[in-house]
């Protein structure tokens, strides 16, 4: 098959996003605490296999339970701190598809589960699917500069970095004046070669 004409340079990149669906444990149903701590027990073994946590540039650079409770007050796409094990009552609260995310070697990883809506009940076992998303320093870089301008990303990104950037101070400059610590030390993933 092959690529559109209208990719222009893009068609010879290859793979570019690419997602995988797994159960948590081999049997269709699972309590939601065993959910909980297997689904932790995953992300840490990314993160020992040497993934580093990515934090969306326009976000606030928080983490542990910071973290949660900025996602909790606000969109559950700003995603959550891999080291911190949610209670089981954070757990149940936790939206489905709210990430945990991934970089290292130029490739992004996107963590997510989706619990079976029907299957709510906190003392009764749950239906979850975890989903991994695996995409190429590149393909994600180019998403900044929006569908329209795919073959101007490179031309466009430093600006929007730029952009992203005082979105990210003017949040983390209000969270400041509430008492919230910033994680000062976390370093953004390196766009990819321009």
Not at 31 to 43: F, N
Not at 106 to 111: C, K
Not at 148 to 173: D, I, Y
Request: proline letters at 9%; zero cysteines; aromatic letters at 10%.
């Amino acid at each position: 098959v092959s690529a559109p004409q209208s990719l222009g340079p893009l068609k010879d990149e290859g793979l570019t996003d690419f997602g995988v669906n797994a159960g948590i444990t081999a049997p269709e149903l699972i309590p939601h605490d065993e959910a909980r701590i297997k689904t932790h027990e995953i992300l840490r073994r990314i993160m020992d296999a040497g993934w580093r946590q990515v934090i969306e540039r326009s976000e606030p650079r928080l983490s542990g339970k910071a973290r949660q409770d900025y996602m909790f007050a606000t969109s559950n796409l700003n995603g959550l701190d891999a080291t911190h094990l949610p209670t089981f009552a954070e757990w149940m609260r936790i939206e489905s598809r709210t990430p945990w995310s991934f970089y290292a070697d130029a490739v992004f990883l996107s963590v997510a589960f989706t619990r079976e809506p029907s299957l709510t009940d906190p003392n009764k076992p749950g239906s979850y699917l975890l989903t991994f998303n695996i995409t190429t320093a590149t393909e994600y870089f180019r998403g900044y500069a929006g569908p329209e301008n795919r073959l101007r990303w490179k031309e466009l990104l430093p600006a929007e970095l730029v952009k992203v950037a005082a979105v990210r101070a003017q949040k983390e400059a209000e969270l400041k004046a509430k008492g919230v610590p910033i994680d000062e030390s976390y370093q953004d993933p390196p766009p990819p070669p321009m």
